[in-house]
């Protein structure tokens, strides 16, 4: 059984900065494909990117501006976002598991889900 909890949300103003924090109370997190995930109010859940091992992989609307990586020590992922847009707002959720590469995408083919953590963009 493996717990998540995101930390690091917050309200910013657009060009900031946040780095949110998925940490697993129990498990190794390392083991497992970890899948970073956002919904907005009224919208679908959407996709933001994933990490397998130590590489990550990311939705266009984020690419180049958000980065997935790993503490492996601290039993912790990260995403790391830059120049943050108001269309960023929305609760950010991580989950873990062992999705295929083509599900990556799929909030569902994942084992684990955390609970989220609201980020909000506005001058």
């Known amino acids: 059984q493996v717990q998540l909890v995101e930390s690091g949300g917050g309200m910013v103003q657009p060009g900031d900065s946040l780095r949110l924090s998925c940490a697993a109370s129990e498990g190794t997190l390392s083991q497992y494909t970890v899948g970073w995930f956002r919904q907005a109010p009224g919208k679908d859940r959407e996709y933001v990117g994933v990490i397998r091992q130590n590489n990550g992989y990311y939705a266009d609307s984020v690419k180049g501006r958000f980065t997935i990586s790993r503490d492996n020590a601290k039993n912790t992922v990260y995403l790391r976002m830059n120049n943050l847009k108001p269309e960023d707002t929305a609760v950010y959720s991580c989950?873990?598991?062992?999705?295929?590469?083509?599900?990556?995408?799929?909030?569902?083919?994942?084992?684990?889900w955390g609970q989220g953590t609201q980020v909000t963009v506005s001058s």
């Open positions: 989950a873990a598991g062992f999705p295929i590469t083509s599900s990556y995408r799929n909030y569902n083919a994942y084992r684990y």
